[in-house]
């Protein structure tokens, strides 16, 4: 079967799914069944989220090259979107919630408590990649800076995990968990980059070694 003629479909579904997670959290926090502590839990889904996303928009590639399927990044993007907006979302609970708008602590608490500033700086690092994720930005930008900028991704990744490690004080499980992921899709990466290097040696590499003929 020749998926690529589904990918519509499936970008609709995919959508959905991604939309998932908001649902169930809406559904809970107006029929009271966050728990005893509301605030936590959000805090908690809608970063656990943006991580997922985060690591899931990181994987499309490495699936795309070892599965053989290029239909596979036209999801990427969606991707990538969802681990903003759950990043967002994790973001105004600490605004709103936490803080009740008073910007005077949250930089206190920026400068102050190492864990907010890991995860202040991975949004951040996200928020370009949002704004120029359209198609109109990678005309402008061109496609080869466009790449460039958009691997900010990476240290948004490690900037989260960071986030999450120092946030938790007791079972780090979950925060190693997400760096073992993290690294692997990183880790691929690297690998992958090198091998291609000594495939396909760049072309003034490749000239600089070949003796100059005089016309």
């Known amino acids: 079967m020749d998926i690529t003629r589904h990918v519509k479909w499936l970008k609709v579904l995919a959508f959905l799914l991604c939309l998932g997670p908001t649902a169930n959290l809406t559904w809970k ?3 009271e069944r966050l728990g005893a502590n509301p605030l936590e839990v959000l805090q908690h889904s809608t970063g656990n989220w943006a991580l ?3 690591c899931v928009t ?3 590639t490495p699936f795309r090259r070892i599965l053989h399927q290029n239909w596979l990044i036209r999801f990427r993007r969606m991707f990538g979107l969802f681990a903003f907006f759950y ?3 994790h973001l105004m609970t600490y605004i709103v919630f ?3 708008f008073d910007f005077g602590a949250m930089v206190h ?3 102050k408590r190492p864990f907010i500033t890991a995860g202040m700086t991975a ?3 996200m928020l370009p990649l949002a704004i120029t994720s359209t198609s109109g930005w990678v005309r402008r930008l061109g496609g080869k800076r466009w790449a460039l900028l958009h691997r900010l991704i990476y240290a948004s990744a490690i900037a989260g995990v960071i986030h999450y490690l120092w946030l938790v004080k007791s079972d780090k499980t979950m925060p190693y968990r ?3 992921v993290v690294a692997i899709l990183l880790g691929y990466r690297l690998v992958h980059y090198v091998n291609e290097r000594r495939r396909h040696p760049s072309a003034k590499k490749a000239a600089a070694k070949e003796p100059v003929i005089s016309s």
Do not use: E, P
Request: proline share 0%; aromatic share 24%; hydrophobic share 70%.
């Open 178 to 180: 997400y760096g073992a």
């Open 123 to 125: 949004f951040l690092l």
């Open 87 to 89: 990043g967002f979302l």
């Open 52 to 54: 997922i996303f985060l």
């Open 98 to 100: 936490d803080q009740f």
């Open 109 to 111: 608490d920026v400068v």
């Open 58 to 60: 990181l994987a499309v």
């Open 29 to 31: 926090l107006f029929t």
